[in-house]
């Protein structure tokens, strides 16, 4: 998933009263708030010409009311410096978001081109904000200060937070340092970019194009139609199979010939990995170095230590200590399952040994012969339209007293998507929820969320939010079915996009998921509990064409497989892990000259080089943190769902889906924002720190 980064939110949020050219706001829709309900973003107007003066107008404007605000002779207040820059920006906030959003999901040759022009002045501008000596003058004066200034929580939390992002940002660096700064930013905004640009070209480039249609045997029909009008949306004869952001395929699990299952995983694991110019190699070696230049120029021994001093893990010592602990016995029990699945080839008469590409066909053979459970057998009764509205949707008002109405008539940036108005259990409208399923050429890989318009009491704004799946579209008219894992997705990302929803805060810095990095995941994935909840179920699935509710026994053995192939799952989540820390991990004098070799190193040393359990991203493709937020960050899953686990078991202790429940968690968690410690945010919520041990029996793991 996308989130604005809390340090660019930090300062490029919100408006000030400063006009602009009377010719420039007529013709551009970007530089001034949109008219539609929620400051909604006018798509159908939006072209990419209007992108680069918008860019140079909002980037102009900021740069003004910042210089105003670090030049006045007024002593600094909370009011003249804080919350004068909570409130300027507006203009560029507005531009970037869109752009970013837009990149994500719907990036044309035209947006790409704009992003990497545009990409390293943004992050120059970011260094004139947060490198201008008399504003942090301003915000260090205020700081020393802040004990006698009477400020309210929030209000003494913010002041805390724009000093920690200044100093983070190397307000505090000599002249000469801060112009190596400056050029290491821009040429990692640059590179970030080309990653994320190499990574989409070279994932339609790899697509699998197959000639003979029994080669496609096990696939559903509908699956062999979309493929098949893949490939005439690009022109090619036969079927196309696209891939998807993880290392495994999810046609792995269907795909009943062998070689194609081997040409499909090959193609997946050579995203990056190539000589050319797609080549994510040199690129991602030289961001690394960079990352832990800027990390030493900043006083820490590395950029994980740089990363983790403002999360709330702490310490990279804290990181490796829990995945160290899960690591052991998740490859032990990926291990077990190898044997097993083994077995099952052997029991079928083959004579092969099992690879990589076999493990999830003969996963779910070994899952009907030992649990009687077909997982197909589930995709008729998930519909996607009714998982969503009579799922997701149903879930949310259970909980939070929310209910959502279409509203065909605003403009979307693509026609796959829809958009709701949200409403609370009084009447009162909240926001808008943007829903956008399917995959598509130019639409990056993974599942996530995003914020168009902010909430904050400050400025008056109720949130636009939206969620992005890649779940491939049926050929035709044909129903939507979900696999069990794109259903507890759905709920994943809502989970994130009800964090934007019920954000009630002041300062637009702390609203919805502007939370530490290791801690954002966590109530997303508290809602993963409600996909498979009885009486949400009993709601939703429903067999597409005949309206029959799933079979009480089908429920019951699905869930009799939670602990089923748990040691891959949790072993790929760990090695990929465990690769981001050992990049982000290392000085600037130890760069490695092979990335093939350092991830073996780095796999081996972990304890986790397992030849069948591939790491769910390898290097060239781990888009999280070579073009995302998630530097030295993706271990934040893992800590979430710490939280999680525990967050599940008291739900279950306390009556599980209730009004009574959901308020507590509205209250306790979602409406707070950043505005509160994450940790002590969490301590009061449920009365006590988190224990680890619902995680380990999710799982399936002893405590080390």
Same mark, same amino acid.
């Given at each position: 998933?996308?989130?604005?980064?809390?340090?660019?939110?930090?300062?490029?949020?919100?408006?000030?009263?400063?006009?602009?050219?009377?010719?420039?706001?007529?013709?551009?829709?970007?530089?001034?708030?949109?008219?539609?309900?929620?400051?909604?973003?006018?798509?159908?107007?939006?072209?990419?010409?209007?992108?680069?003066?918008?860019?140079?107008?909002?980037?102009?404007?900021?740069?003004?009311?910042?210089?105003?605000?670090?030049?006045?002779?007024?002593?600094?207040?909370?009011?003249?410096?804080?919350?004068?820059?909570?409130?300027?920006?507006?203009?560029?906030?507005?531009?970037?978001?869109?752009?970013?959003?837009?990149?994500?999901?719907?990036?044309?040759?035209?947006?790409?081109?704009?992003?990497?022009?545009?990409?390293?002045?943004?992050?120059?501008?970011?260094?004139?904000?947060?490198?201008?000596?008399?504003?942090?003058?301003?915000?260090?004066?205020?700081?020393?200060?802040?004990?006698?200034?009477?400020?309210?929580?929030e209000a003494s939390r913010l002041l805390e937070r724009y000093h920690v992002s200044f100093v983070r940002a190397g307000a505090r660096l000599g002249a000469d340092d801060q112009q190596r700064l400056r050029e290491i930013n821009t040429e990692l905004s640059r590179l970030t970019t080309q990653f994320q640009q190499n990574l989409l070209k070279?994932?339609?480039?790899?697509?699998?194009?197959?000639?003979?249609?029994?080669?496609?045997?096990?696939?559903?029909?509908?699956?062999?139609?979309?493929?098949?009008?893949t490939a005439k949306s690009r022109g090619v004869d036969g079927y196309v199979l696209t891939l998807q952001l993880p290392t495994l395929q999810p046609q792995l699990a269907e795909l009943e010939n062998r070689a194609l299952r081997e040409r499909l995983h090959r193609a997946s694991i050579q995203r990056g990995n190539t000589d050319g110019t797609?080549?994510?190699?040199?690129?991602?070696?030289?961001?690394?170095?960079?990352?832990?230049?800027?990390?030493?120029?900043?006083?820490?021994?590395?950029?994980?230590?740089?990363?983790?001093?403002?999360?709330?893990?702490?310490?990279?010592?804290?990181?490796?200590?829990?995945?160290?602990?899960?690591?052991?016995?998740?490859?032990?029990?990926?291990?077990?399952?190898?044997?097993?699945?083994?077995?099952?080839?052997?029991?079928?008469?083959?004579?092969?040994?099992?690879?990589?590409?076999?493990?999830?066909?003969?996963?779910?053979?070994?899952?009907?012969?030992?649990?009687?459970?077909?997982?197909?057998?589930?995709?008729?009764?998930?519909?996607?339209?009714?998982?969503?509205?009579?799922?997701?949707?149903?879930?949310?008002?259970?909980?939070?007293?929310?209910?959502?109405?279409?509203?065909?008539?605003?403009?979307?940036?693509?026609?796959?998507?829809?958009?709701?108005?949200?409403?609370?259990?009084?009447?009162?409208?909240?926001?808008?929820?943007?829903?956008?399923?399917?995959?598509?050429?130019?639409?990056?890989?993974?599942?996530?969320?995003?914020?168009?318009?902010?909430?904050?009491?400050?400025?008056?704004?109720?949130?636009?939010?939206?969620?992005?799946?890649?779940?491939?579209?049926? /050929? &035709?008219?044909?129903?939507? %079915?979900?696999? $069990?894992?794109?259903?507890? =997705?759905? !709920?994943?990302?809502?989970?994130?996009?009800?964090?934007?929803?019920?954000?009630?805060?002041?300062?637009?810095?702390?609203?919805?998921?502007?939370?530490?990095?290791?801690?954002?995941?966590?109530?997303?994935?508290?809602?993963?509990?409600?996909?498979?909840?009885?009486?949400?179920?009993?709601?939703?699935?429903?067999?597409?064409?005949?309206?029959?509710?799933?079979?009480?026994?089908?429920?019951?053995?699905?869930?009799?497989?939670?602990?089923?192939?748990?040691?891959?799952?949790?072993?790929?989540?760990?090695?990929?892990?465990?690769?981001?820390?050992?990049?982000?991990?290392?000085?600037?004098?130890?760069?490695?000259?092979?990335?093939?070799?350092?991830?073996?190193?780095?796999?081996?040393? /972990? &304890?986790?080089?397992?030849? %069948?359990?591939? $790491?769910?991203?390898?290097? =060239?493709? !781990?888009?999280?943190?070579?073009?995302?937020?998630?530097?030295?960050?993706?271990?934040?899953?893992?800590?979430?769902?710490?939280?999680?686990?525990?967050?599940?078991?008291?739900?279950?202790?306390?009556?599980?889906?209730?009004?009574?429940?959901?308020?507590?968690?509205?209250?306790?968690?979602?409406?707070?924002?950043?505005?509160?410690?994450?940790?002590?945010?969490?301590?009061?919520?449920?009365?006590?720190?988190?224990?680890?041990?619902?995680?380990?029996?999710?799982?399936?793991?002893?405590?080390?």
């Amino acid at each position: 998933m996308r989130i604005i980064s809390l340090l660019v939110a930090a300062t490029l949020t919100a408006c000030a009263n400063h006009p602009l050219p009377i010719m420039k706001t007529a013709s551009n829709p970007l530089l001034q708030p949109s008219p539609l309900p929620y400051e909604y973003p006018l798509f159908d107007r939006i072209k990419p010409d209007h992108f680069m003066p918008a860019f140079e107008v909002g980037m102009e404007e900021s740069l003004e009311q910042v210089d105003t605000i670090a030049s006045q002779s007024e002593a600094p207040t909370f009011d003249n410096t804080i919350v004068a820059l909570e409130k300027s920006g507006r203009t560029l906030n507005r531009v970037q978001t869109v752009f970013y959003n837009l990149v994500g999901t719907h990036g044309t040759e035209a947006l790409q081109a704009i992003d990497e022009t545009i990409s390293p002045q943004l992050a120059a501008h970011r260094d004139k904000i947060f490198l201008n000596t008399k504003l942090f003058e301003r915000i260090d004066t205020l700081y020393r200060e802040r004990g006698s200034l009477g400020l309210d929580a929030e209000a003494s939390r913010l002041l805390e937070r724009y000093h920690v992002s200044f100093v983070r940002a190397g307000a505090r660096l000599g002249a000469d340092d801060q112009q190596r700064l400056r050029e290491i930013n821009t040429e990692l905004s640059r590179l970030t970019t080309q990653f994320q640009q190499n990574l989409l070209k070279h994932t339609n480039e790899l697509a699998v194009v197959v000639d003979d249609p029994a080669q496609l045997a096990g696939l559903s029909e509908s699956a062999i139609e979309a493929a098949a009008a893949t490939a005439k949306s690009r022109g090619v004869d036969g079927y196309v199979l696209t891939l998807q952001l993880p290392t495994l395929q999810p046609q792995l699990a269907e795909l009943e010939n062998r070689a194609l299952r081997e040409r499909l995983h090959r193609a997946s694991i050579q995203r990056g990995n190539t000589d050319g110019t797609l080549d994510n190699r040199p690129v991602l070696q030289a961001i690394v170095a960079l990352r832990a230049e800027r990390a030493r120029l900043l006083g820490y021994d590395t950029h994980a230590d740089y990363v983790l001093a403002n999360a709330t893990a702490g310490t990279a010592d804290a990181v490796n200590k829990l995945l160290a602990k899960l690591a052991k016995p998740s490859a032990a029990n990926a291990g077990k399952e190898a044997a097993r699945l083994q077995q099952a080839v052997d029991a079928a008469g083959e004579s092969f040994d099992l690879k990589v590409w076999d493990w999830p066909y003969y996963r779910e053979i070994v899952r009907q012969q030992d649990y009687d459970f077909d997982q197909t057998a589930l995709k008729p009764y998930f519909e996607m339209q009714r998982v969503l509205e009579d799922g997701v949707f149903f879930m949310a008002e259970k909980l939070y007293g929310l209910r959502f109405e279409r509203r065909d008539h605003l403009p979307v940036y693509h026609p796959d998507t829809t958009v709701y108005e949200v409403f609370q259990d009084n009447g009162s409208a909240l926001g808008i929820f943007i829903f956008d399923p399917f995959a598509r050429d130019t639409k990056r890989g993974g599942a996530w969320m995003n914020s168009y318009v902010r909430q904050s009491r400050l400025l008056g704004t109720r949130p636009v939010v939206a969620n992005h799946l890649n779940i491939t579209k049926p /050929a &035709g008219d044909g129903p939507v %079915l979900m696999t $069990p894992s794109e259903v507890n =997705t759905m !709920f994943h990302e809502f989970g994130h996009a009800v964090h934007g929803l019920l954000s009630n805060v002041h300062y637009p810095f702390f609203s919805g998921t502007a939370v530490p990095r290791d801690f954002v995941e966590y109530p997303s994935q508290v809602h993963e509990m409600w996909a498979f909840w009885p009486e949400v179920m009993a709601n939703y699935a429903r067999h597409y064409e005949t309206g029959e509710a799933l079979p009480p026994a089908m429920i019951e053995r699905y869930k009799s497989t939670e602990l089923f192939n748990q040691g891959y799952d949790t072993t790929e989540y760990l090695a990929a892990s465990l690769l981001d820390q050992a990049w982000h991990q290392l000085t600037p004098d130890a760069m490695p000259d092979d990335v093939e070799t350092f991830e073996m190193q780095a796999l081996e040393q /972990a &304890g986790v080089a397992l030849e %069948l359990v591939p $790491p769910r991203y390898r290097s =060239t493709y !781990f888009a999280h943190v070579f073009s995302g937020g998630y530097s030295a960050g993706y271990y934040s899953y893992v800590w979430s769902e710490v939280l999680d686990a525990d967050t599940v078991a008291w739900f279950k202790e306390d009556g599980g889906l209730s009004r009574k429940n959901g308020d507590r968690m509205r209250y306790g968690i979602l409406s707070l924002g950043g505005s509160v410690d994450a940790q002590q945010m969490y301590e009061a919520f449920r009365g006590r720190p988190a224990a680890i041990e619902p995680l380990l029996e999710r799982r399936g793991l002893t405590a080390e």
